[in-house]
Structures are given as structure tokens and as C-alpha cells.
């Protein structure tokens, strides 16, 4: 088991970095999407993980979304990019600044279409200016409101008030995303015996208008998925 883990992280950290490289160099977009979908693709492939979308109907196909999912596992990204690959929607990561210096994900985050959070910041502007440049350009924003992976046995953390402000500043229809199995668990059972199958299921929820101030989003989210 332990030797199982060593290999796929070595594995892991060789193709993302592998992908980090080729993100740099990539001359558009479009590119850049098509990359993180490859990487995706090739990662959970390995794992041997199979994404099963309830209502993938719903998920739009063109469209300009502030995209909210919940957050369990370090593969969640990856879970979102395989939802995503056959629309024309071009998301932008919001990333925390611990990922921009980790040395795992650090060149592929920072290479991949990401705005920077830095929590620490006295100051936002930057952020709330970037991401409406980022709007202005055509592009989607892909956030776990959460704020950082749920770890504990809700089925939901805490929504962060963030997600909520940055779709009624840039006028974002939201696009609530819940991944209904435990990715974490998942993740762990696959590293365990990596020559099972395993299945995510993931379910894609009705758009929320970001003008409906009638509930909080994490209420609206629970409610959308019944975990009220």
C-alpha cells in the first residue's frame, strides 16, 4: 500500500509539473483548457476513477458562470475539468497562495489560468480588480466557497461570503456543482488497490440567478442538492 502511494505521487508530481511546462508555453486559452482537460483525463485514468454526472443536461454549454462546488479532495479540480470539457466555458481557478508556492501544484496552478487569493492581503482591490478583468474577457470563475477542503463529517463546510459577493459584483449567473461521493475516500480506496475500479458520482444543479438575494448561497446550495 505504502509502495502504491510512493509511485503515484511520484507519478502525480511528475505530470503536473510535466503539464506546468506546457502550460507556460501555451499561446492561448483555448489551449490552456484543452491542457487541463488532457490532464485531468490522463490523472483520473491512473487512478482508475470514473466521473458519473447526474443532469449533465444542465451543465451550459457557452455562457459566461461563477461555477461553486463543494470541496473534499485534492482531485476536486480535476472532478470539475472533466465536467467542463465539452463546453466552450473557459474557467478561471480561484487559487489560495499556498498552492502558488507548493511545489507540487505551484507551476501548474500558476501557469494554469488562476487568480491568485492571498488572505493575508490587507488589501483585495487587486483581486476584485482582476477577477473583473477576467469577466470582461469572456471568461468563467471556478470557486469552492468553502474556502479550503471539508475534512470533517458534514456533508459541507462553511460557505466563505466571498462566492456570493463576487457573482453579484460581475453580474455571474451561478453554476452550483456538488460532488455527491467522497472524493477523499475515493482517492485513498484507489491508492490502496489502484487495479480496482471506482466511481464519483457528481450531480449539476439549476443556475441561481445572482440577483436572488432571497437566501444565503449556502442555504440555496443545500436546499438545490437536499442536504438542508
Not at 56 to 61: I, L, V
Not at 64 to 82: M, T
Given at each position: 500500500?505504502i509502495f502504491n502511494r ?223
Amino acid at each position: 500500500m505504502i509502495f502504491n502511494r510512493i509511485k503515484m505521487a511520484l507519478y502525480a508530481t511528475f505530470l503536473t509539473n510535466y503539464y506546468g511546462f506546457k502550460l507556460k508555453k501555451a499561446a492561448s486559452w483555448e489551449e490552456k483548457k484543452v491542457l487541463r482537460v488532457d490532464y485531468s483525463r490522463i490523472l483520473l485514468a491512473k487512478l482508475n476513477i470514473e466521473i458519473e454526472i447526474k443532469y449533465r443536461e444542465k451543465f451550459p454549454a457557452k455562457g459566461k458562470f461563477l461555477l461553486v462546488c463543494n470541496h473534499r479532495s485534492i482531485i476536486d479540480p480535476l472532478i470539475i475539468e472533466n465536467i467542463a470539457q465539452n463546453s466552450s466555458l473557459y474557467g478561471r481557478w480561484v487559487a489560495k497562495k499556498e498552492l502558488y508556492n507548493s511545489f507540487f501544484f505551484g507551476l501548474f496552478v500558476r501557469n494554469g489560468g488562476t487568480i491568485l487569493l492571498d488572505r493575508e492581503s490587507s488589501q483585495m482591490n487587486l483581486f476584485f480588480n482582476e477577477i473583473k478583468e477576467c469577466v470582461q474577457a469572456g471568461d468563467s470563475l471556478y470557486i469552492f466557497p468553502e474556502g479550503t477542503r471539508n475534512k470533517s463529517l458534514e456533508a459541507l463546510g462553511e460557505f466563505q461570503g466571498g462566492a456570493q459577493l463576487i457573482a453579484l459584483k460581475n453580474k455571474l449567473p451561478i453554476l452550483p456543482i456538488y460532488i455527491r461521493s467522497n472524493a477523499h475516500e475515493v482517492l485513498s480506496l484507489s491508492l490502496k488497490n489502484p487495479k480496482n475500479k471506482y466511481k464519483i458520482e457528481v450531480e449539476i444543479g439549476d443556475i441561481i440567478d445572482y440577483k436572488d438575494k432571497s437566501m444565503k448561497l449556502q442555504e440555496r446550495y443545500k436546499k438545490e442538492f437536499g442536504l438542508a
